[in-house]
């Protein structure tokens, strides 16, 4: 079982990356403790079933620990936070898991139409609004329609908090990209949104 | 959009534009001096940018929980213990 490592409750991420790396089994296993649910939640994102995700996720930290071993060669980071790292490595495990999708080309629907879609410019009843947003099973039934692209960077930025360049980092895109990417992504949520309140009505 | 208007160095498309930008912090100080400027006296902006950004709220706050069921971290535990 792994628990949270009471002899490492405050360590931050780098420390402890740092510790497994000089051969500290415990702060190994505290980082699988700490990042073991985030990763599994963004591989569920990015496979078809549950078992997918699981071997994606025992491949992950399989790798990681791999990575460590001093004649790895693999050890180094580079840039970015140890969370964004392990998202990469993630998505690599996903990847050959047989991902859903293999990141297909954005529609170049134009950003007006996408936000007329998304209720941009359309007289919009503000409670109405504000009762959907709070409607979780909606706004869970609203991230289902969006691709799996969307869904990942929305998952990424708005949920992991990951920074426009850690997300980038993860994604293999240059930060421009990420950003519009992450813009029409949030506007088709908003769009997906719009048609639940148009079937309410 | 209907009544697309320029309002404080910007018209309304720019501003959906630039709406992520703004939420996220990363705008250059003129730029988010603008898209102030043009919310404030722009009702349709105000409220889509209003509404947008309750929405990229609303997704962190209702997300899914990042929980892993228990026999799924036994496996991995067990798994790491025979990959190590």
């Avoid at chain 1, 001093?70 to 936070?81: L, M, N, Q, V, Y």
């Avoid at chain 1, 047989?98 to 629907?109: K, M, N, S, V, W």
């Avoid at chain 1, 980038?168 to 930060?175: E, I, K, N, S, T």
């Avoid at chain 2, 209702?62 to 799924?72: F, K, T």
Wanted: with cysteine; glycine share 8%.
């Amino acid at each position: 079982m792994l628990a949270q490592d009471p002899a490492h409750p405050q360590a931050d991420d780098v420390t402890l990356l740092e510790q497994a790396h000089a051969g500290n089994r415990d702060a190994f296993t505290a980082l699988v403790a700490r990042y073991q649910a985030p990763v599994f939640r963004y591989l569920r994102t990015l496979t078809r079933t549950p078992q997918e995700a699981e071997d994606a996720l025992q491949q992950t930290f399989l790798a990681v620990w791999r990575s460590l071993l001093p004649d790895s060669g693999a050890g180094k980071r580079g840039e970015g936070s140890v969370r964004a790292w392990l998202f990469t490595i993630a998505r690599h495990a996903a990847y050959r898991q047989g991902r859903r999708h293999a990141g297909e080309p954005d529609t170049l629907e134009s950003l007006e139409s996408l936000g007329e879609r998304a209720g941009w410019g359309e007289p919009e009843d503000p409670e109405r609004v504000a009762m959907l947003l709070e409607d979780r099973e909606r706004l869970h039934a609203a991230l289902a329609r969006l691709s799996d692209d969307d869904r990942e960077v929305i998952l990424l930025r708005d949920v992991e908090g990951l920074s426009g360049e850690d997300a980038a980092r993860v994604l293999d895109l240059p930060l421009a990209n990420l950003k519009t990417r992450l813009h029409r992504a949030r506007l088709r949520l908003r769009a997906a949104l719009q048609q639940e309140v148009r079937h309410e009505g | 959009m209907k009544g697309e208007q320029n309002v404080g160095g910007l018209w309304c498309h720019q501003v959906l534009t630039l709406l992520s930008d703004y939420l996220d912090g990363e705008l250059a100080s003129e730029q988010k001096r603008q898209v102030e400027a043009h919310v404030s006296r722009c009702q349709q902006c105000e409220r889509f940018g209003g509404d947008f950004a309750r929405m990229v709220q609303a997704v962190a706050r209702h997300a899914e929980p990042a929980e892993l069921p228990e026999d799924v971290s036994r496996r991995l535990t067990e798994a790491l213990q025979r990959g190590r």
